[in-house]
């Protein structure tokens, strides 16, 4: 697939999920393709990542969540408590999330991460960057600007 | 097409986002709340201290009737930013006659208010201790007091605008001496006339010079001295100042009026001109009829 002029190979795909990788920006993107992914094929798809991690370098992690209709909170503690800080210490630290526009979406990821950081702790994502974008071609624009 | 366990899944795990949603905005509900109850609670006390405030500084306020014994009629207003503030009015017989003045302090509200008690004691002090039937020297001994007291070489945090008046009622003269006061008198032919004033403020500079100026007037004239906040009073159709020009036709169109009825029609016009814009500065004037 191609966006924004950058070419991305599709490197895994199931029923819920979408990953592209782009070697030159050392970017994944992660789309998710249906309204609910369940726990166990979310955990599944990540952890894909993780491992994907070990053989091609990744700096940036876009994950495109428009599709999506449910904020599932388990899911979203592991992906914050255990997936995160393992991806960190594999050299990920800048994420990119693009949220659907529906404010009680966005209201339900404020209440969850609530939660997350008052089980946690404040300090839980130190050094690492989240970003909330529009548009994964928003993004792209930076990369050329910079690059 | 997904089996019926994705949606059971998915349907469980929506209850699961409303009721952990609906739990958190509840937090920020019950937070909200405490914290305007917190704020009321703040807002009660600050309006209380500032009520009980304003209670002790109108009772320091003169008695009007003190100037009323040397001129046909006198009456002034004193409209506070916040129900306290800079603005004060002075009168104090002497052993000759008279001493009275409009000041404005520098700051409004709790500050102003502070610095409108101080001077006024210091300045009541002054006057008790020595006969000084001189504005200008007195307006010397308040600029000194102001820097001894307030430390302002430091500083500089007491300041005052405003003019003094002396009359003798031996021998019906009446002298004022102006640090950025504002007045005018009305004379027999209408004539609207500014009083002269020092562009320095009393407390501004330890070593300023005050001038006195003598004011011949005849029955039926008037003294109506204001502070800034009349005239710079934000509103009207276009939100302008009210202006030095405006003040000056209305009183040219209300000559024929007493003292205290121009202080109404003064009253009313800066309460009409305002409307329901917010207070600019604290708003004093005072009309003496002679």
Not at chain 2, 106 to 131: F, K, P, Q, R
Request: aromatic content about 12%; glycine content about 6%; overall charge negative.
């Amino acid at each position: 697939m191609v966006e924004n002029n950058y070419e991305f190979d599709v490197v895994y795909k199931d029923k819920y999920t979408t990953l592209s990788y782009n070697e030159e920006l050392s970017m994944v993107i992660c789309t998710a393709d249906s309204e609910y992914i369940p726990i166990g094929e979310f955990k599944k798809v990540f952890l894909y990542v993780s491992e994907f991690a070990n053989s091609s370098k990744i700096s940036y992690f876009v994950f495109d969540k428009r599709n999506l209709r449910t904020f599932h909170q388990p899911s979203m503690e592991w992906y914050f408590a255990i997936w995160k800080p393992i991806l960190k210490m594999k050299g990920l630290v800048n994420h990119y999330k693009i949220l659907p526009e529906l404010p009680w979406f966005s209201k339900a990821v404020e209440a969850g991460k609530h939660e997350i950081f008052q089980r946690y702790g404040n300090n839980l994502l130190d050094g690492i960057n989240i970003t909330y974008i529009n548009s994964i071609e928003e993004l792209l624009e930076k990369f050329r600007k910079v690059g | 097409m997904e089996d019926i366990s994705y949606y059971l899944e998915e349907l469980e795990a929506k209850d699961d986002m409303l009721a952990r949603t609906t739990n958190y905005l509840s937090q920020i509900q019950s937070s909200i709340i405490e914290k305007n109850l917190h704020l009321n609670e703040l807002q009660k006390g600050i309006s209380d201290s500032i009520n009980f405030a304003k209670l002790i500084q109108t009772s320091l306020l003169p008695d009007v009737s003190i100037l009323k014994v040397f001129f046909k009629d006198a009456a002034f207003k004193i409209f506070q930013k916040i129900g306290i503030g800079g603005d004060t009015v002075f009168i104090k017989n002497t052993n000759s006659g008279v001493v009275f003045c409009l000041l404005d302090a520098s700051g409004h509200g709790v500050s102003g208010s502070m610095l409108s008690i101080s001077g006024t004691l210091i300045l009541n002090d002054i006057i008790s201790s020595i006969e000084i039937d001189d504005p200008a020297v007195i307006l010397k001994f308040l600029n000194y007091r102001l820097h001894q007291t307030f430390k302002n070489d430091k500083n500089s945090i007491a300041n005052f605008d405003g003019t003094v008046f002396c009359y003798s009622s031996i021998n019906n003269r009446l002298s004022y001496s102006s640090a950025r006061g504002k007045g005018f008198l009305i004379d027999s032919r209408n004539d609207i006339i500014s009083l002269e004033n020092t562009k320095v403020s009393i407390g501004e500079n330890l070593n300023s010079n005050f001038n006195t100026c003598n004011i011949s007037f005849e029955k039926g004239n008037k003294l109506i001295l204001f502070t800034d906040g009349l005239i710079d009073q934000f509103g009207g159709d276009h939100n302008k100042k009210y202006s030095t020009s405006r003040l000056k036709k209305l009183l040219s169109n209300n000559t024929g009026k007493t003292a205290s009825e121009l202080t109404e029609i003064i009253s009313d016009e800066y309460l009409s001109w305002k409307g329901d814009g917010s207070q600019t500065d604290d708003v004093s004037f005072k009309v003496i009829e002679f």
